[in-house]
């Protein structure tokens, strides 16, 4: 009988675990399309970014850098919206792991750029880079300053997000 209760707790133990999985990943989701803006490969560019969809893709990025990207986080802080990840890729290897970015969505800057095992990325990465962060910053400024006056004048409100959408920005 002991060995029963055991397995049925067990049973239910995973079955919870699994259902707060599974919303977890709804969540991570649907942050994701918040950020779909930031994706960018200008033409002729020889890197792009790419914006992770799920979680598993953070966990796989820091495993093949060797870096914290994947755990310690960052998964939530794009559920919460405080910042998110993005991969710089080169466009010719756009599925390869290169370099990883935390943006910041409050300081509407980069918060950290790292490649393999945390190491900083050559000069050209890190200009280019520079390009892509001033054109989300410009967006998430026009979208705030938009909300802004919306509100000023008593108009109902979205989100940054929500206003991005829908005037279909990116970067």
């Not at 918040?34 to 020889?46: L, S």
């Not at 880079?129 to 054109?135: C, D, G, I, N, T």
């Not at 509100?151 to 970067?171: C, D, P, V």
């Amino acid at each position: 009988m002991h060995d029963l209760r055991i397995n049925e707790a067990t049973a239910q133990k995973e079955k919870a675990e699994k259902q707060k999985a599974k919303e977890f990943a709804k969540k991570f989701a649907a942050a994701a399309i918040d950020y779909e803006f930031a994706n960018y490969t200008p033409a002729g560019a020889a890197y792009c970014i790419v914006i992770p969809d799920d979680n598993a893709q953070l966990v796989a990025e820091g495993k093949a850098l060797s870096h914290c990207v994947g755990r310690m986080g960052y998964d939530n802080k794009m559920i919460q919206h405080t910042s998110f990840i993005a991969f710089l890729r080169k466009v010719d290897e756009i599925n390869k792991p290169f370099v990883t970015i935390e943006f910041g969505i409050e300081s509407k800057r980069i918060l950290q750029i790292y490649g393999a095992h945390d190491k900083r990325p050559s000069e050209d990465v890190i200009e280019w880079a520079k390009v892509w962060e001033e054109a989300v910053r410009k967006i998430l400024e026009l979208a705030k300053r938009e909300i802004g006056k919306a509100a000023a004048q008593g108009q109902s409100t979205k989100s940054i997000f929500e206003y991005i959408r829908e005037k279909n920005l990116a970067a």
